[in-house]
């Protein structure tokens, strides 16, 4: 009998759903200091890259490619961070951050350096409208 997927409540609580891609779903974070997106593989008690089959791996970096190409047509950012921490959360998401020379943290991490921002609802809707478009969902 097979676990069926489902998010980790705190990556539902701290974002919003954008498209579900092949292998990931895509989502927004809530924090609006950065355009941020979170793929989130759908397997079930996947919590590390290697949890993944090789095509499954193959795909999602696929995915990661075209939600990071979404990010920067849409923002036009300086630079793009991904990243696989989980270590607050272990089911394997992977972040996706627009940055730009002029944000609050920048050049560092964004992790633990400031609490998150408000996105009013308008941008939210609008942010995750641009991504839905360009991921040609």
Known sequence: MSVPFSFDPRLE??????ADLALSAVRLS???AYPWAILVPRRPGATELIDLTA???????????????????????????????????????????????????WPGP????????????EAEVALVADLRAALGA
């Open 13 to 18: 609580a701290d974002s919003v759903p954008v």
């Open 30 to 32: 809530r924090d609006g």
């Open 55 to 105: 095509p499954e791996r193959a795909l999602l970096m696929e995915e990661i490619a075209q939600v990071s190409a979404a990010l920067k047509a849409i923002t036009g950012c300086d630079k793009l961070n991904v990243a696989a921490i989980g270590n607050v959360v272990s089911q394997l998401h992977i972040h996706v951050v627009a940055r730009f020379r002029d944000d609050r943290a």
């Open 110 to 121: 964004i992790w633990g350096r400031f609490p998150a921002a408000p996105r009013t609802a």
